[in-house]
């Protein structure tokens, strides 16, 4: 596969796949989107301090490292799990520029991310331990009861419906702890119809520039 970077308009890079026609992220703002959704509206949501995130598509890493920024700057403890299948070859790492538009100082913490060991607990600073894993969302074994948060950032449902289903989001509602929720960029009906017969309640919240709603899926207490 192909991967073309892609300026987006807040300024800060994505990539694009043309046999797929898909972004990683939305050509509003890459970095505007993961902090609105993944930050704002799942970050900063959570209560219990330390925390376990999990990540399904670790991509560029962008979220792992906007959660290392916020986390650090709070001195919260987070645990960041996250699964991809197709890691990013180095150079394409290196076209990436989130540390720019975010906080320079931490450039060598983004570079650390991805040089970070696939299997195994990486300790990225004091408090924020990662572990990355090399594998695919329909084949992993998650613990159970064990996340705080997830962020769901799969590419879209047209593209890959195969990680939007039912059976995908019951293992993962199975790893979270109760009053934990998952945050995704989707609102799409099939996504939402799924979600809820996985057990979820859902919230449709205010989406980022250029996107109307988003979902956020809490587990309740049945
Ligand atoms: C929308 S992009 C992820 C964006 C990412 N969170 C970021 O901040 O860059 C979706 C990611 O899911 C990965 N992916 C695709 N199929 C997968 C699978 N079956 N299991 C795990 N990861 C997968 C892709 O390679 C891609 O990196």
Redesign the pocket.
């Known amino acids: 596969m192909t991967l073309q970077p892609v300026l987006t308009e807040d300024g800060s890079t994505t990539l694009f796949i043309p046999e797929l026609n898909e972004h990683?992220?939305s050509i509003h703002g890459a970095v505007q989107e993961?902090m609105h959704i993944f930050i704002r509206e799942g970050y900063e949501q959570i209560r219990n301090f330390p925390a376990c995130i999990f990540?399904?598509?670790?991509?560029?890493?962008?979220?792992a490292f906007l959660t290392f920024l916020v986390s650090e700057k709070e001195g919260r403890s987070i645990h960041y799990s996250a699964?991809?299948?197709?890691p990013l070859e180095d150079h394409l790492v290196r076209l990436l520029n989130y540390p720019e538009k975010t906080d320079p100082a931490k450039a060598e913490v983004f570079q650390a991310i991805h040089d970070a060991p696939w299997g195994q607990d990486i300790r990225i600073s004091e408090h924020f331990t990662l572990h990355k894993i090399k594998?695919?969302?329909?084949k992993v074994q998650l613990p159970d009861a064990a996340y705080d948060l997830v962020?769901f950032?799969?590419?879209g449902p047209a593209v890959?419906p195969e990680?939007w289903t039912e059976e995908i989001f019951r293992m993962i509602y199975q790893s979270m702890k109760e009053d934990s929720c998952l945050v995704t960029y989707s609102v799409k009906g099939s996504v939402t119809r799924a979600l809820k017969a996985a057990g979820f309640s859902l919230e449709k919240l205010p989406g980022p520039p250029g996107k109307r709603e988003m979902t956020r899926a809490t587990k309740k207490d049945q």
């Open positions: 990683y992220h993961s990540e399904a598509g670790f991509g560029t890493g962008l979220n699964i991809e299948k197709y594998g695919d969302l329909r962020y950032d799969a590419f890959q990680l």
